[in-house]
């Protein structure tokens, strides 16, 4: 190395900079073993046996677990410091850029034109997983490509014999619906419908993942084992799925004692990791309704309670490389007769129902259409697409235990309060001239859902809002 720092070129500082940790970590030849997202090498600050030197990739960052006070941080030029000189620290930054380049097997330039080649050879970069998503696809792409994945996947036996016997739905309606499971193999879907089409990117549920060896990207698709319910609009054209998930997310709450800045994580579905300042506290398997407690020096700061998300969750893939958001919408379903476009069907008075799979049981015992919303706060979805049928008459059929919510509501976080859904929807409705009916039941008749009721062979009864006929 030369005695006196040359001036590095801007090109080489940038080179270093966006050099993964990873992939400097197996240009230096470290051992590397792999634990859930991270790997582990023996710290080379302080001497060990035992591996305890995370590297993520994914985040580009390393850290030691082991006895070092001090040594992590993020991306390859800080790795290098620690690696050669044990520590951190500014005035090394340009020996570590050129380290970097000599170990990855890249020249470095320098401001004065000269250079430095290495003789190492030259390693791939690793392509780096954004958490940027695309913009929407155009919707005659996302249309195409939805009825593509429809037409490839199929439906499991488990997930049948629940359309059958929990929900007692017919072979033939359940063919028509075109209900589908998310397949175990999903890049091998992707990959398939990629070829028919130019690009995926902005289809939501689909993205680009880097591969393993971090050599480049192939089409994946999101999601997790469930069923797929088409959500389609007036004309019949799938605009997106819902997936009625086996196992639901788990996500934590941290609840802290005082001025604690927790931080908490699930990783690979059931891990937990809580940090402290950037430091790990906590690591260890949970389930739902779980509350661990956490201790920082045997003093108790908070807890974490682990909450299972929805059963019902939109196939999205928001946040990840090509891929993109859905935008909630409308679910109109017909009755089976109907299908696939509702042209045949009288569309005179509509219901209004929460979540697809919910609205298409109904249609086929009513005979009517049923306009879905995919939530509570998203109620105006439902008006949008109730008044493309333009009915004369709408009957609200919101469920039990959302009406029930009013009453829980302190137990209850971030649900809308029903009775203010009913209202909006009266005075969006009533604005436009449309009649408006209420459905109610009794929910203590084993009827939850207006579903359940109509499968347990009961009808709601109808209560006049507002009469314009
Ligand atoms: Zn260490």
């Known amino acids: 190395m030369d005695s006196e720092q040359k001036i590095l070129s801007e090109e080489t500082v940038n080179f270093a900079k966006s050099v993964n940790v990873f992939d400097l970590a197996k240009a230096l030849g470290l051992p590397l073993s792999k634990t859930g997202r991270s790997y582990f090498t023996n710290c080379f600050v302080h001497s060990e046996k035992t591996p305890s030197l995370s590297i993520e990739p994914g985040k580009n960052r390393f850290h030691c677990f082991g006895q070092c006070t001090d040594t992590g941080g993020t991306g390859a030029i800080s790795f290098m410091m620690y690696y050669r000189w044990g520590k951190f620290d500014e005035s090394l930054f340009p020996k570590a850029v050129e380290e970097v380049c000599y170990y990855m097997g890249y020249t470095v330039n320098y401001a004065d034109g000269s250079d430095r080649k290495s003789d190492r050879p030259t390693r791939p970069l690793f392509v780096q997983s954004q958490r940027e998503d695309s913009p929407l696809a155009e919707i005659q792409l996302v249309a195409a490509v939805y ?50 089409f130019t690009t995926l990117e902005g289809v939501p549920g689909f993205y680009e993942s880097v591969k393993k060896d971090s050599s480049g990207v192939y089409w994946n698709m999101s999601g997790t084992n469930g069923i797929l319910i088409p959500v389609r609009n007036e004309y019949g054209v799938v605009q997106g799925f819902q997936l009625r998930v086996e196992s639901p997310m788990l996500h934590p709450v941290i609840e802290a004692i005082g001025e604690h800045p927790l931080k908490a994580e699930i990783s690979d579905g059931y891990v937990l990791t809580v940090h402290y300042k950037k430091r790990l ?4 398997k949970v389930t739902g309704n779980d509350q661990i407690p956490i201790q920082i020096a045997g003093e108790t700061v908070g807890k974490v309670r682990i909450k299972k998300r929805n059963k019902y969750i939109w196939l999205s893939s928001n946040e ?62 439902a008006f949008e697409g109730a008044m493309k049928l333009q009915p004369k008459k709408v009957i609200l059929a919101i469920d039990g235990d959302a009406i029930r919510t009013v009453v829980n509501k302190d137990k209850e976080d971030e649900r809308v309060e029903a009775g203010e859904v009913i209202r909006s929807f009266i005075r969006a409705f009533s604005a436009e001239g449309v009649s408006i009916d209420l459905a109610l039941w009794d929910i203590a008749s084993s009827a939850k859902g207006i579903d359940d009721l109509y499968l347990a062979g009961l009808r709601p009864q109808y209560f006049s809002i507002i009469d314009f006929s």
Do not use: N
């Open 147 to 196: 009825r593509s994945l429809i037409d490839k996947l199929s439906l499991k036996k488990e997930h049948l014999d629940h359309l059958l016997h929990e929900r007692k739905m017919t072979t033939d309606v359940i063919r028509l619906r075109q209900y589908r499971s998310y397949p175990d193999k999903p890049y091998l879907f992707a990959r398939d419908i990629s070829d028919e």
């Open 281 to 284: 506290i906590y690591s260890g």
């Open 320 to 381: 990840k490389r090509k891929g993109s958001k859905i935008v909630p919408t409308y679910h109109v379903a017909y009755p089976p007769e109907a299908m696939p476009d509702g042209s045949t069907i009288d569309c005179s008075v509509v219901d209004i129902t929460e979540g697809p799979l919910k609205g298409d049981i109904m249609s086929e015992f009513t005979g009517r259409p049923a306009v879905c919303f995919p939530g509570l706060s998203q109620w105006m979805l």
